[in-house]
């Protein structure tokens, strides 16, 4: 009875308690242990959790790239006749293998900071393709980020990865997916608590600049746009978490893209004020009107939005859910929003990925219903079948792109 977990876990499981509350604790995700003494495993610091599914530990295994998605991964390219086929691979010009995945570097210089982390993938010997830029979550742009731009350079499209955060002593780029191997013995916490707080930190600085923001991501599109293998006008982008709420930015700000995608993205761009205190909380659309320098909206009303969210995510509450809704059709935005039950925030982040909380059914369905969008965007562009994402989510299904006018 003295015990204040073992109070907790009985009033949780309690007969009277209502459905909704049930369906909070159960958000909560508590790891509950039926011994005849409960043991509760050591907690992060209460300053760290509750951002993004930061209250877990490390992954206990490191995130693994999908062998399908390495550079040199043979790809389908599209004949004359218009029908897809996988070249074996006899160089045309050097290196210049036909159907031959490719990553690059992606460097953007922008005030005075090469932001070096990003990487565009594309696939040789097929046409200028539409771009997709992959926005990251909180932790800034890894490993799993290319592999997603990678994935999409395979279906057909030219992906770009992009790196957002400044590098400083505090957040290295190591820090930003780090492997639980490498951690000094007995200090998980302490890897967790530099991992949080450099990219909370940083995240938190982008979101109290709006303007600085909008215009990284602008200088960003616009250096994609120069790669020989992007085409000129069609573009679009993805977002997780974070990015979410960068790729909205995008919108409201009127970047010439054609469509954006959301998995498990907040609707606003509110910065986080108390940070790492028991007082954190976004601010209110009222405190970031008056203590932000917020940017001028001119909003792209031709650009379609999808928001694959987790009916379990507690960072995309009603209220917040209504504005946005309100928001966009005030502008006339086609916007669809795709609502998967049982399914928590993080759904679409690999195993191994920092803050992962990985539903491999809600991971098929969004990335299907994201192949489905770009279909609709551009139906001049075939897509190839390609077998699995970056998750390794086994898709089982392609979407075939019927057109008369093919860009090929």
Request: with cysteine; hydrophobic share 35%; glycine share 6%.
């Amino acid at each position: 009875k003295e015990n204040p977990a073992c109070m907790r876990v009985s009033r949780a499981f309690s007969p009277l308690l209502s459905s909704r509350r049930r369906r909070d604790f159960l958000r909560s995700r508590a790891t509950i242990h039926f011994l005849p003494t409960l043991v509760a495993p050591t907690p992060l610091p209460k300053l760290l959790r509750g951002m993004c599914n930061s209250d877990g530990d490390a992954p206990e295994e490191g995130y693994q790239s999908q062998a399908s998605l390495q550079p040199g991964t043979l790809s389908q390219v599209a004949t004359s006749s218009g029908k897809p086929v996988t070249i074996p691979g006899a160089p045309s010009n050097g290196d210049n293998i036909q159907g031959r995945l490719v990553i690059e570097d992606f460097v953007v210089s922008f005030d005075g900071y090469a932001y070096k982390h990003g990487k565009i993938a594309y696939v040789q010997g097929r046409a200028p393709s539409p771009l997709v830029l992959v926005h990251p979550n909180y932790a800034g742009c890894k490993q799993f980020d290319v592999d997603q731009a990678a994935f999409l350079a395979r279906v057909g499209y030219v992906g770009v990865a992009l790196d957002f955060y400044k590098e400083n002593p505090d957040y290295t780029f190591a820090d930003r997916n780090p492997d639980k191997a490498i951690a000094p013995v007995g200090t998980p916490n302490s890897l967790s608590k530099r991992h949080y707080r450099g990219a909370f930190n940083t995240m938190n600085d982008l979101l109290k600049r709006p303007k600085f923001l909008r215009a990284l991501i602008a200088a960003n599109l616009e250096k994609a746009r120069q790669h020989p293998a992007a085409h000129k006008e069609y573009a679009a982008s993805i977002g997780y978490c974070f990015g979410g709420q960068t790729i909205l930015e995008q919108v409201r700000a009127g970047h010439k893209i054609q469509g954006v995608v959301s998995f498990h993205g907040l609707l606003q761009s509110y910065p986080l004020v108390n940070l790492f205190t028991s007082g954190q909380r976004r601010m209110t659309e009222e405190e970031y009107r008056s203590q932000v320098d917020t940017a001028p909206n001119n909003y792209n009303s031709q650009c379609k939005v999808l928001i694959e969210n987790g009916d379990l995510d507690d960072h995309v509450p009603q209220s917040a859910l209504d504005f946005w809704k309100k928001e966009m059709d005030e502008q006339n935005i086609d916007w669809r929003f795709n609502n998967h039950a049982q399914t928590p925030h993080g759904f679409a982040l690999a195993p191994g990925v920092w803050s992962s909380r990985y539903v491999e059914a809600a991971d098929r369905r969004s990335t299907l219903s994201m192949l489905s969008f770009f279909a609709e965007l551009w139906p001049e562009f075939p897509q190839y079948e390609v077998e699995c994402n970056a998750c390794g989510t086994m898709l089982g299904q392609s979407i075939t792109v019927k057109t008369r006018n093919s860009r090929l």
